[in-house]
């Protein structure tokens, strides 16, 4: 049998909306989100202008959010927002896709520059596999960084080639919704891009 995998980025193509933006405003209240946003705004700028890295940027909303938030804490939260909030922004036409792949012998799996926290409740559901940013601990508490890199752009492809032998696949697809995923569908035999909107 073809051995066959699929990538899928999750923010914007499995999900209607950014889980992060949307993870803070159920963890943090509508005014908590829009008063740290005010608060970071100058780096959000200077990330749209290049100033600074997708990563650097990230960091300060994280470190803003979450530092010294506990690590139990943040994973009750995360499953409380994969139980309530996630079901809401998955795409249909995204997880029709994925049983379609599934009956095909297709290996999924998510690739995603959120954490992994409150996308394994869901994925795990559905015996998808995880690739994803991480989040530092120090100590038991959130220290606002990310451990080593942001799952973001042309480090898609690393983390995927780190895991996986591609050459032992007959058939690879790739689903993203923006330039970041670029780099991970030059990966696929078939790709595709903001393939469930209508």
Known sequence: MKKKIAFFDFDGTITKKDTLLEFIKF???DFGFFLGFFVNSPYLIAYKLKIISNQVAKEKILRFFFRKTTEKEFNRQSERFSAEVLPHLIRPD?????IKLQNNGVEIVIVSASPENWIRGWAGKKNL??????????????????????????????????????????????????KGDIPMLSLAHKKYMKPFRK
């Open 94 to 98: 995204a997880v029709q896709e994925i």
């Open 27 to 29: 963890s943090k209240g």
């Open 129 to 178: 596999k995880i690739i994803a940013s991480e989040l530092e601990i120090e100590q038991g508490f959130l220290s606002g960084k990310i451990k080593g890199k942001n799952c973001h752009g042309i480090e898609k492809v690393n983390r995927i080639k780190k895991i996986y032998d591609l050459s032992v696949y007959e058939e690879i697809y790739a689903y993203g919704d923006t």
